[in-house]
C-alpha cells in the first residue's frame, strides 16, 4: 500500500508514475495513521467547494506534529490556509481588497523592471532558480508589504524552513529550524509593524498598511496580522519559485513546444496554465472531515485528515486528454493547482502574471539557453520543484525595454 510517511524510492523526484497508478488502482487509499490520500479530480473538487463536510482547521492534526503552543503551531493553525471563517473570510477580504485588477496592473511596470534588470545581470553560466526564479517572487511581496530592501535578505530561508515543516514527516533539526524561522520572522514583523503603524503606507498598494488598518468589520488581533504577513510571503515565495523553475526545465526538455511558444507568444497564458497542470508548484492540499463520508466506496470517519492529491488530480485522464504530455495550447485545461471553491488561492492572479511576464521575457532574451548537468530537485512531497537548475545562456538577444512582454489574459 502506497503511503506518503514511506514514499516508494525515487517519489520525491519523480511522484507522477507513481500517481498515474495511484489513480488507475487506487484513487482513494488509506494511510497508517487513519488519514486517507485522495487522488481524483472530481473527489478534490467536491471537497473544495463544501465548506460544510471539510474544514481547513489544523488544530487537531497540527497539535501532535508541531506541540500545542509552539512557533509552528501558532502559525499554521492561524494562517489564512489552514484556517475557517470567520478567519478565513476577514483575512481574505482584506487581502483580496488589496489586490484588485486596478492594483494588479500597476504592479505590473515594477515587476517586468525586476526582471529585466536580472536577465540584464544574469551570467552566462547562471543558475536559474538562485539567479532569477527565487528573486522575484521575494521582490513582489516585498514590495507588496513594503518592505525595505536592505531587509529582505532572510525572508527566503524563513520561508522555506516554515514550509518544509509541512511535509509529511520530520526530522528533529527540520522541526527545529522551523520553529526559529517562525520565531524569528516574528520578531521582524512586531518591529515592521511597529514602525509602519507610526508612518502607515498607502492602504490601496501597501497591503501590510491594510491588513493593520483592518476594514468595516473590524481590525485583526496581533497574533493573526503577524502570522498573517507570514502567510503572504511563504503562499506566494516557493510556489511562484516552482512555477517559473519548472516552466523553464519544462519548456527546455520539450524543444518542440519551446519553438511552438517561441513562434507565437501569445500563447504564453495557455503555457503557464500548463505548468500549473503538469508540475503543479503545490502537490498537495488538507482538509478534515467534520462528519462521516463515503469516497470511492471509503467509508471516512469524522474527523479525519485528508491529503488532497493535486498533482494526481492534475493528470486524472477522466478530465484532462493525453495527460502526462506537456501541451501549452491545451484548452480547457481545469487543473486544480490553486486549489478551488472559498479556498481557491488568493493571489492567483497575481502568481499568473508573475509567470508570464518571467517566462516571456527569459525566453525572449535566451530562446537557446541550455540546461546544464546538475539539476537538483526540491527534495520535497507537498512542494513540487528545484533547488537548483544549472544553465548555459547561449546567445542572448539584444536587450529590449519594450515590446517583450507578452499579452495579459
Not at 503603524?197 to 491588513?211: I, M, W
Not at 523553475?245 to 497564458?269: E, F, R, V
Amino acid at each position: 500500500m502506497f503511503t506518503l510517511a514511506h514514499p516508494p524510492a525515487g517519489f520525491t523526484e519523480n511522484p507522477f508514475p507513481h500517481y498515474d497508478d495511484l489513480l488507475a488502482h487506487s484513487p482513494v487509499t488509506p494511510q497508517p495513521d487513519g488519514s486517507f490520500l485522495i487522488c481524483r479530480h472530481a473527489d478534490l473538487n467536491a471537497i473544495y467547494r463544501d465548506t460544510t463536510l471539510y474544514i481547513s482547521d489544523k488544530k487537531q492534526a497540527f497539535a501532535p506534529k508541531f506541540g500545542p503552543g509552539t512557533p509552528l503551531y501558532e502559525h499554521h493553525t492561524t494562517s489564512l490556509v489552514f484556517s475557517d471563517p470567520p478567519l478565513h473570510t476577514h483575512v481574505r477580504r482584506i487581502m483580496t481588497g488589496a489586490l484588485t485588477p486596478k492594483a494588479l496592473a500597476g504592479m505590473e511596470p515594477g515587476l517586468i523592471k525586476t526582471v529585466d534588470t536580472l536577465l540584464d545581470d544574469m551570467p552566462q553560466d547562471a543558475d536559474l532558480i538562485e539567479d532569477f526564479a527565487s528573486i522575484i517572487p521575494i521582490q513582489i511581496i516585498g514590495n507588496l508589504l513594503d518592505i525595505p530592501l536592505s531587509e529582505r535578505a532572510p525572508l527566503r530561508d524563513w520561508s522555506l524552513a516554515i514550509l518544509g515543516a509541512l511535509e509529511p514527516t520530520l526530522t528533529a533539526a527540520q522541526l527545529q529550524r522551523g520553529h526559529t524561522a517562525v520565531s524569528e520572522f516574528k520578531a521582524y514583523l512586531q518591529d515592521l509593524i511597529a514602525r509602519r503603524r507610526a508612518r502607515p503606507g498607502d492602504p490601496e498598494t501597501d497591503v501590510l498598511t491594510r491588513l493593520i488598518n483592518g476594514d468595516a468589520k473590524g481590525q485583526l488581533s496581533e497574533i493573526e496580522l503577524i502570522q498573517n504577513c507570514i502567510f503572504i510571503l511563504n503562499a506566494g515565495h516557493e510556489t511562484t519559485t516552482n512555477l517559473i523553475g519548472n516552466g523553464l526545465a519544462l519548456l527546455h526538455d520539450c524543444p518542440s513546444q519551446k519553438a511552438m511558444l517561441l513562434s507565437d507568444l501569445t500563447l504564453i497564458n495557455t503555457a503557464v496554465e500548463e505548468v500549473l497542470r503538469l508540475r503543479s508548484p503545490n502537490q498537495f492540499g488538507n482538509r478534515e472531515t467534520t462528519a462521516e463520508v463515503t469516497i470511492g466506496g471509503h467509508v471516512i470517519p469524522a474527523g479525519t485528515n485528508l491529503h488532497l492529491c493535486i498533482g494526481a488530480a492534475n493528470r486524472d485522464p477522466e478530465v484532462f486528454d493525453n495527460p502526462t504530455e506537456f501541451d501549452i495550447t491545451r484548452q480547457p485545461n481545469r487543473h486544480l493547482a490553486f486549489a478551488g471553491g472559498p479556498h481557491v488561492c488568493v493571489g492567483l492572479t497575481l502568481a499568473r502574471m508573475e509567470g508570464r511576464i518571467a517566462l516571456g521575457r527569459f525566453l525572449t532574451r535566451y530562446p537557446d539557453y541550455i540546461l546544464s548537468p546538475g539539476r537538483t530537485p526540491g527534495g520535497r512531497i507537498r512542494f513540487h520543484g528545484y533547488t537548483s537548475l544549472p544553465s548555459r545562456l547561449m546567445n542572448s538577444n539584444a536587450p529590449k525595454k519594450t515590446g517583450l512582454t507578452p499579452p495579459a489574459q
